[in-house]
């Protein structure tokens, strides 16, 4: 198996601009997170899916940010507009199911200038 | 080589000795627990993990040991070798939304050769 799959590795962009970061899940998992890493604030949840559906999107910082989920194996996060502080890694997930351990992608290191 | 909770972010052993990463989790709700290790570069990767049921756990040089009396969390690396340095973090879930794990803060290992 590949593993999650994000897309792309890195990211450098300058404010306002729109961000769209891609993630491949595990085939035959059912749940996906977007997890954000900072130095600050450590390993932050954003959102997850559970088959597709979004679940809990309390951790996603403002409206600007918003995540999909089309199929069962494909997600996108998008940052519109974005803004320096949002500079950061980003981390998709997924696992088997909501009750499982999580298989992290490599993450999208994005800086927003 | 012990860490002491979340207060002392690094940790540095010898080759060859034993490390003792230490947690303390914040829900006593919870009831899985998992250790993940993060290299510089990549994604948390799962190394071990334990339910709320146990308070021990063995797998290949790792142990996991849990006190829920004092909500604590141990990973035992036996014979440290240059290629555990990295960040270990511990997340805590609780059903029914188990994968939806808090992060701790992370401790950083640094193994001396």
């Known amino acids: 198996d590949a593993g999650v799959i994000q897309s792309p590795r890195h990211e450098v962009t300058e404010m306002g601009q729109e961000v769209t970061l891609r993630c491949k899940p595990i085939s035959g998992h059912n749940s996906l997170f977007w997890y954000r890493q900072t130095m600050m604030r450590g390993l932050e949840l954003l959102i997850y899916?559970?088959?597709?559906?979004?679940?809990?999107d309390s951790g996603m910082p403002e409206d600007r940010f918003s995540a999909k989920m089309p199929n069962a194996s494909f997600s996108t996060l998008k940052i519109q507009p974005s803004e320096p502080r949002d500079s950061a890694v980003y981390f998709c997930?997924?696992?088997?199911?909501?009750?499982?351990?999580?298989?992290f992608g490599s993450g999208t290191q994005l800086s927003v200038l | 080589g012990e860490s002491v909770g979340l207060h002392l972010p690094t940790l540095s052993v010898q080759e060859g000795d034993n490390s003792i990463i230490n947690c303390a989790y914040s829900?006593?709700?919870?009831?899985?627990f998992i250790w993940y290790k993060q290299e510089s570069g990549k994604g948390p990767q799962f190394i071990i993990d334990?339910?709320?049921?146990?308070d021990k756990r063995q797998g290949q040089r790792v142990t996991v040991l849990l006190n829920k009396t004092v909500k604590h969390l141990s990973l035992q690396i036996a014979a440290t070798q240059p290629g555990d340095s990295a960040v270990y973090f511990c997340a805590e879930n609780m059903r029914p939304e188990a994968g939806k794990s808090t992060f701790g803060d992370g401790t950083t290992l640094t193994v001396k050769p």
């Open positions: 334990i339910r709320s049921n146990m």
């Open positions: 829900n006593s709700a919870s009831d899985y």
């Open positions: 997930a997924s696992s088997f199911d909501r009750d499982e351990k999580l298989f």
């Open positions: 899916f559970n088959n597709n559906v979004p679940i809990d």
